[in-house]
């Protein structure tokens, strides 16, 4: 079916990335903008829309942002805070230009090492919890690897799977990540003893579990269809999104951590579109945790309920599989972009900008998602 | 010098308070829409089932089962430096499906511990006046 108002990604770009530079989350912010303005080549003049997310605590405004880079004037932006990470910037700006109120946006995600995973930091100066977490820090539960491991039980519990299962994905997608030296922190490929003599850090969540804590800025820009002809790069087109919830806010608190709002989301985004989990040849899926993966390999209806362990060891998320996935070698490999990096990197494969890593199946469909647990998004990608 | 080391502490407000209290009187309460008698944890201003802002607490029987829990080995706040490992888990309540509460389960060697055990509420004092409702396995 032609779709009417498509929005396309046209340019993408990192800022330096490392574990402490000492850049500013500003700088940061400037580099990836500029990175993104140069692939896509064209200038801020060109920007009539500014999207950012972040944490409340390392927040860059969008018309901060647009005034360090001299954008003259903006239609549309927007600063949230709220959320799945990366994709809520990229939900914002697929609205504003599908709607008509901006026609090239610029999207953002910086983030800062410290203070990232939460944790004392979170609770400030003052000496009591405020909120609703008080019901949770006294307990011990202070970051998203508590409610991690908590998840993964569940999910043993229901389903039988095994520790064993989640190194399994570890291990596959750190293969990506050694084909990816110039982005990767990690250059040797893992073996299931490394992934199960891997240090706990809430049993039976792993330290190769975690996403890698890094100082980083990620920026893509989106505009019509129609600018989208005229620009340098070749266009990768949304065709359907979705974002999804769950009743429950707290995330340790949702009715049921194995169907969590990566299945809200998903059902949403199948039923806006004639694509089929068949037809998708390659996914970025948000390893935050690596069960989060997991979940939306099930979710998307890529695999059985209680079987994304199975189809990860049978080799099928690999890059010779039906389904390479997170073919940078994810967060846990290239570090904390909150999802930005697998709308940067499916982008990257789907227009044939992947360089050496270009995956042999000539991708043309691709799917993204971001988060889990209270609050989840995902979209599908095409080529054409 | 060594500094004492503070427990992380609730901020009881109007919304928390009696479940402190509760707490520190030997009863698990939790809050209880006036209207239609939806329990819901944590507590909010209004009902989430029928949007009542009558709401006041109650108090549950303290039985329950191990919804899911993982054993924490890092301690990402000091007072848990001693503590490790421990079991954090998600019990639900008998009182009503998808009633759930993040908590501790205690008295028990935590690799014993198994998703939807028995279990029943105990008080753990927590320090500065606070006393914590926690879960041990369930009498036979
Ligand atoms: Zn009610």
Redesign the interface.
């Known amino acids: 079916m032609a779709k009417k108002n498509r929005v396309a990604i046209v340019g993408v770009g990192y800022s330096d990335v490392s574990r402490g530079s000492g850049l500013t989350l500003d700088k940061l912010t400037a580099q990836s903008s500029v990175a993104a303005m140069n692939d896509a080549g064209i200038k801020p003049t060109d920007i009539d829309g500014v999207v950012v997310h972040s944490f409340p605590h390392q927040f860059v405004s969008s018309t901060h942002t647009a005034a360090m880079l001299g954008i003259p004037d903006v239609a549309f932006y927007s600063g949230n805070v709220d959320g799945a990470a990366y994709s809520v910037a990229a939900m914002h700006a697929i609205a504003a230009i599908a709607s008509g109120s901006a026609e090239t946006v610029l999207t953002l995600r910086t983030v800062h090492k410290a203070g990232a995973a939460g944790g004392a930091a979170m609770l400030g100066p003052q000496r009591g919890i405020p909120g609703n977490m008080q019901f949770g820090m006294p307990y011990g539960s202070f970051t998203g690897s508590h409610w991690a491991g908590m998840y993964m039980q569940r999910h043993m519990a229901m389903y039988g799977s095994t520790e064993e299962d989640f190194g399994a994905f570890a291990i596959a997608q750190r293969k990506f990540a050694v084909a990816n030296p110039t982005e990767s922190f990690f250059h040797e490929e893992l073996t299931m003893d490394d992934y199960l003599n891997s240090r706990y850090i809430a049993k039976p969540l792993h330290l190769l579990d975690c996403d890698y804590p890094v100082d980083s800025s990620s920026a893509l820009i989106f505009t019509t269809e129609e600018r989208a002809r005229d620009m340098k790069q070749k266009p990768v087109f949304f065709d359907s999104w979705a974002n999804g919830t769950t009743a429950e806010a707290d995330f340790s608190l949702v009715r049921d951590m194995t169907h969590s709002s990566p299945w809200m989301a998903s059902k949403r985004m199948w039923s806006r579109t004639d694509l089929k989990p068949s037809d998708v040849d390659t996914a970025g899926l948000y390893d935050g945790f690596s069960f989060i993966a997991m979940q939306w390999l099930e979710a998307l209806g890529f695999c059985g309920e209680g079987e994304s362990g199975a189809f990860v060891r049978s080799g099928a998320t690999s890059a010779t599989g039906s389904l390479p996935t997170n073919t940078d070698g994810g967060a846990c490999n290239v570090g904390r972009r909150h999802g930005a990096n697998f709308f940067i990197e499916v982008t990257r494969q789907l227009r044939g900008t992947a360089g050496d890593r270009a995956l042999p199946n000539k991708p043309e469909v691709g799917v993204v998602s971001n988060a889990v647990g209270g609050f989840a998004a995902c979209a599908l990608l095409t080529a054409e | 010098m060594t500094t004492e080391v ?8 109007e919304l ?1 308070a009696a ?1 402190w209290d509760g707490a520190n009187q030997g009863k698990l309460v939790i809050q209880r829409c006036n209207a239609c008698g939806h329990f819901q ?3 909010e201003p209004i009902c ?1 089932n029928c949007l009542s802002f009558d709401l006041g607490y109650a108090a549950v029987s303290g039985k329950g089962s191990v ?8 301690a ?3 007072w ?1 430096e001693d ?1 490790l ?2 079991v ?3 019990v639900e309540l008998d009182e009503q499906p ?1 009633l ?5 389960i205690v008295e028990t060697n935590p690799d014993n511990v ?3 055990d028995r279990v029943e509420v105990t008080f753990s004092p ?1 320090g500065e006046g ?1 006393t ?1 409702p ?1 879960f041990r396995p369930a009498a036979q």
Not at chain 2, 67 to 74: G, L, R
Request: glycine fraction near 4%; charge should be positive.
């Open positions: 503070l427990p992380p502490l609730p901020l009881p407000n928390t479940f944890h944590a507590p989430a919804y899911t829990f993982c054993i924490p080995t890092q990402f706040h000091p848990f503590k490992p421990f954090l888990a998600v998808g759930k509460m993040i908590t501790n198994k998703v939807g927590l606070f914590l926690v």
